[in-house]
């Protein structure tokens, strides 16, 4: 059969020509050859065979057994689209683009671009279609028309195109040029994930995760992001961990959470990092290794994980784990990171109130932590409130006041029985108009930004009234 091609292709007959050019391209029945296959789809292309001119013009297109000619890709690519090919019709449109699947071309022309990619989406070519949408959707080469844009996407999303369906999935999820409908969206990005595409994977996990817009379901968001997590995505990874921590769609098996976080740890992921060394932390159903946590958590702090800091100063602070003593210098500078910069936690700046105060070595390092519970209870910190109260209740440290220790109890009674508890007590020994003091100070503390200079303006009135009084 070759020979009879072969000899049919020296013949001249362009079929012929055109199935040998295949064969040296493919090497099938031959070795692979790219100069004898150029030959033979030149012989064929000047013959006017459709096919032998696309090929042509893809192989000069990608250097492929020839040096890359933009130019000769586009001069064969021409003739083939001239006899009606929507492929070369497409590969024109990309070409004139500048930029594609066939890397980034000198040779921009967007009117060329958007003419044959028109000419080839009119013929019902999904990847034109899908390209002359977006062309549209950003106003590439065309007036920006979302309308048009989402005409295309629609016509290839139909044909199972891959990026159209998450495309069209977009414009649904985000209302671009249609009422906004989630569960439109999720409909395309499942059939994108179905052909499996990671990002609609994860989409389409998270929308299920968070339940925005349609039914939250569990189960669904752990089968798409475990997709998304066996083909090695880091995110993915992580969230299939968590959620077999949580037992979220899914049985709880810290053995599999400690499998993905590890999976994504090593790939960098700060969360999944601090997760991992939680787990070891913890040993709940494996084997708790302090020295272990401490790697992964480090590894995760450096990075500036907050929940990782944390942690990292708990264990310096109690000394967890065998060969771990307590360390309040290594706790205060992991709490401290937490603590200011851009995190600004309130439990970083509450535990290093709870250290400076319990150290009792010196009155700088007492006040400091006063200091930190009051950074800490002007965002609310509930413990760091009650503290503040039971210092100033008791004047450990400073003058006894009982209007401020009545609004810092009165403050973290809401959340805490056993503030709530001294707050009663205090109340018994307090007169009608320190009470009322105190409501209006905590009403001062609570409008924005004057929390420390409500209760210093506080202060110095009450110091005034001492020294009059003195």
Do not use: C
């Not at 091609?5 to 001249?12: H, I, L, V, W």
């Not at 064969?76 to 066939?102: C, D, I, N, P």
């Not at 369906?165 to 409909?187: D, P, T």
């Not at 959620?243 to 993905?260: E, I």
């Amino acid at each position: 059969m070759f020979n009879y091609t072969e000899f049919m292709a020296k013949r001249g007959n362009k079929k012929a020509q055109f199935k040998l050019g295949q064969r040296y391209a493919k090497g099938q029945g031959v070795t692979q050859d790219y100069d004898q296959a150029i030959t033979w789809y030149t012989k064929a292309a000047k013959q006017g065979h459709l096919e032998a001119q696309y090929l042509l013009g893809w192989m000069y297109g990608q250097g492929q057994g020839v040096t890359q000619d933009y130019e000769e890709a586009i001069k064969w690519f021409g003739f083939a689209a001239k006899q009606g090919s929507q492929e070369a019709q497409y590969a024109l449109g990309v070409l004139y683009s500048g930029t594609g699947y066939m890397g980034v071309t000198p040779l921009i022309d967007y009117e060329e671009s958007i003419k044959w990619l028109q000419k080839s989406a009119e013929q019902g070519y999904a990847e034109a279609q899908n390209s002359l949408g977006e062309s549209y959707e950003w106003g590439v080469g065309v007036p920006r028309s979302i309308e048009k844009a989402i005409n295309w996407y629609e016509l290839a999303a139909k044909q199972d195109h891959l990026e159209a369906q998450k495309n069209f999935g977009r414009i649904y999820k985000e209302g671009l040029g249609v009422s906004q409908n989630h569960e439109k969206a999720a409909e395309w990005f499942q059939k994108a994930a179905e052909q499996g595409d990671l990002e609609a994977q994860k989409t389409l996990g998270a929308m299920y995760l968070e339940g925005k817009g349609i039914e939250q379901n569990y189960q669904q968001a752990f089968i798409w992001y475990s997709q998304a997590a066996e083909k090695g995505d880091k995110e993915a990874q992580r969230i299939t961990g968590s959620m077999y921590s949580n037992g979220q769609g899914v049985a709880q098996d810290n053995q599999q959470a400690l499998k993905w976080y590890r999976l994504a740890a090593e790939q960098k992921n700060v969360e999944a990092q601090a997760a991992l060394g939680m787990l070891y932390t913890k040993g709940k159903e494996v084997s708790q290794d302090i020295n272990e946590a401490i790697y992964w958590l480090k590894q995760a702090a450096e990075q500036g994980s907050m929940q990782a800091q944390i942690a990292l100063g708990e264990i310096y602070e109690q000394g967890q784990g065998q060969g771990i003593e307590k360390n309040y210098e290594e706790a205060i500078y992991w709490y401290r990171l937490a603590a200011i910069g851009w995190n600004w936690d309130s439990e970083a700046q509450y535990r290093l109130g709870k250290i400076y105060t319990e150290m009792q070595d010196s009155r700088e390092n007492y006040e400091r932590g006063i200091s930190w519970y009051l950074l800490a209870a002007a965002q609310q910190h509930i413990e760091a409130q009650f503290a503040l109260g039971l210092i100033y209740l008791k004047g450990k440290g400073i003058l006894i006041n009982k209007v401020i220790a009545y609004t810092f109890l009165n403050r973290a009674a809401v959340k805490h029985g056993l503030a709530a508890e001294a707050r009663d007590t205090l109340i018994e020994t307090l007169m009608a108009e320190e009470i009322e003091s105190g409501k209006i100070l905590s009403k001062e503390m609570d409008e924005p930004g004057n929390f420390l200079i409500a209760l210093n303006q506080f202060l110095k009135r009450a110091n005034k009234i001492r020294e009059i009084k003195g």
